[in-house]
């Protein structure tokens, strides 16, 4: 356990994640791409974009993890992705389906709880911390 902190410590160049890397792949980001793609049309990096937005620059966001997520909420029908020009396949810009409105509003419905948890989890350790 001692090994974990002092690594964590080494690491504080970079703002480190709010969430489990687990959880985040799993209800964060395809919630998060999922609610953004239902306001507008949007392409990959301007969902990175929204996500730092959203998270305060708390989450990293990784074109390693948006892009396959992307392709795999694509490929289950969540999300419909056209090019912006079919022919040189600059953008391609991700809309939300049927489907995929029934899935944001069950991971939506799955995951406040967790927000819940993570807030409650903040607020204590800065009233512990800093009265």
Excluded: C, Q
């Excluded at 959880?23 to 049309?41: G, M, N, S, Y």
């Excluded at 079919?86 to 953008?91: A, G, L, Q, W």
């Amino acid at each position: 356990m001692a090994e974990r902190v002092e690594r964590v410590a080494g690491e504080r160049a970079t703002p480190k994640d709010l969430f489990l890397s687990e959880v985040k792949t799993r209800d964060i980001f395809p919630l998060l791409i999922l609610h953004l793609v239902r306001e507008k049309p949007e392409y990959g990096n301007s969902i990175m974009t929204r996500i730092r937005e959203i998270s305060a620059g708390a989450m990293s966001v990784s074109p390693n993890t948006i892009y396959p997520l992307l392709r795999r909420l694509e490929e289950k029908g969540y999300v419909k992705g056209e090019w912006e020009h079919p022919d040189t396949r600059s953008r391609r810009f991700y809309t939300i389906t049927p489907d995929g409105e029934k899935k944001y509003d069950e991971i939506k419905g799955r995951f406040e709880a967790h927000l819940l948890r993570v807030r409650e989890a903040i607020e204590s350790m800065h009233k512990e911390l800093y009265g």
